[in-house]
């Protein structure tokens, strides 16, 4: 089965950076999905960039991440929504290659 890897990257408000990063701490926490191998954030050269990257063990596994139904991980989603920076998100999902 093919992995695939889906990131999510965006700009955090200053001011709001703590914040976002005690959120995030608390939404990986909370992250327990079959089929999701690991979950990071990274944060870029340029301050207050960020990007969550997901890897999951196969595309059934990716395709059926948000069935999962959790109140505290959709609250903090949402919290974490208002941190960012408007019109700065972008989603990108790769699937690999087998060789």
């Known amino acids: 089965m093919a992995k695939v890897i889906f990131s999510i990257k965006y700009e955090v408000l200053s001011n709001k950076r703590d914040e976002f990063v005690n959120s ?5 926490s909370l992250l ?3 089929g999701l191998e690991s979950y990071s954030l ?7 960039h960020f990007q969550e990257v997901y890897q999951f063990s196969s595309k059934e596994t990716f395709d059926n991440f948000d069935d999962s ?4 991980v959709d609250i903090l989603i949402s919290k974490i929504e208002d941190f960012k920076v408007p019109n700065s ?3 990108n999902t790769l699937y690999e290659v087998t060789l």
């Open 24 to 28: 995030i701490r608390e939404l990986k």
């Open 32 to 34: 327990k999905a079959e």
């Open 42 to 48: 990274f944060e870029g050269k340029t301050k207050n």
């Open 69 to 72: 139904e959790n109140e505290r």
């Open 89 to 91: 998100t972008k989603y």
